[in-house]
């Protein structure tokens, strides 16, 4: 069975002289443990689908399946409350939140999740451990390196244990060599939680370290060959 399945995805947007299809008929599956890149060109349409496969945005027709629940049929607190449990979310610009410390960043997911602050910091830091930032739990993101900024990230995503992470360019706006240690990271999570991972990428050469490749275009996802 499929830890995650979209069928039939069609998405446009409208304003008020014209409608743009920007994703007609996408259907994925994604396996337990799998790795999948999703390449396209700028404007393709891949923050919108992995938004959508995210519950972060709905799709005007399709469904999206995780295991057996469909997600598009729960309601907006129901699907909050699944992606706090169920989903990590990385974002290009990370989104962490200033005023906290890296620690408190990726705590934050369980707390909203309502565990208590102790345990939930000391949740964070094995995860900072993890992503090799033990030595920065209380640095702020400002006081932090891109690279670092987008470990921290990861560590958030993968706070609650989740079985699959989606990550919108998370080496979008870094250097070579932070990319390249980035997806070894993802690797190595990879590898030792078996956490499957969709990751939205312009890099070629990063997205062949990956089970899977997936291309967009005009609408439509086709495998890179
Ligand atoms: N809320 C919105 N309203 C109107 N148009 C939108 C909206 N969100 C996205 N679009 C349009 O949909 C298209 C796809 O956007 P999307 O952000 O998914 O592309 P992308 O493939 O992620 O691009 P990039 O590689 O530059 O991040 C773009 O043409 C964009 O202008
Ligand atoms: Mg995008």
Do not use: W
Request: hydrophobic fraction near 40%; glycine fraction near 6%; include cysteine.
């Amino acid at each position: 069975m499929s830890l995650l399945r979209c069928e039939s995805i069609s998405k446009s947007f409208k304003d008020a002289e014209s409608e743009v299809n920007i994703l007609q008929d996408v259907s994925i599956d994604v396996f337990d443990g799998e790795t999948l890149a999703i390449l396209g060109s700028s404007g393709s349409g891949k923050s919108t689908l992995l938004h959508i496969l995210a519950t972060l945005d709905s799709p005007d027709r399709g469904e999206i399946f995780f295991e057996d629940v469909r997600l598009n049929s729960l309601n907006q607190k129901k699907q909050a409350a699944f992606r706090n449990k169920n989903l990590g979310f990385v974002y290009q610009f990370h989104h962490l939140l200033p005023e906290f410390t890296a620690q408190e960043n990726v705590a934050m997911p369980l707390l909203i999740g309502d565990m208590d602050k102790r345990t939930a910091l000391a949740k964070a830091k094995e995860g900072l451990h993890r992503v090799g930032l033990s030595h920065r739990l209380a640095h702020k993101p400002s006081q932090l390196s891109g690279g670092e900024r987008q470990r921290v990230a990861i560590a958030r995503a993968l706070v609650n244990s989740p079985k699959i992470i989606m990550a919108d360019e998370p080496t979008g706006n870094l250097d070579a060599d932070n990319s390249e240690h980035i997806f070894e990271l993802i690797q190595s999570i990879n590898k030792e939680l078996n956490t499957a991972f969709i990751i939205v990428t312009h890099d070629q050469s990063l997205a062949q370290k990956l089970d899977r490749t997936l291309f967009l275009k005009k609408g439509k996802l086709e495998a890179l060959v």
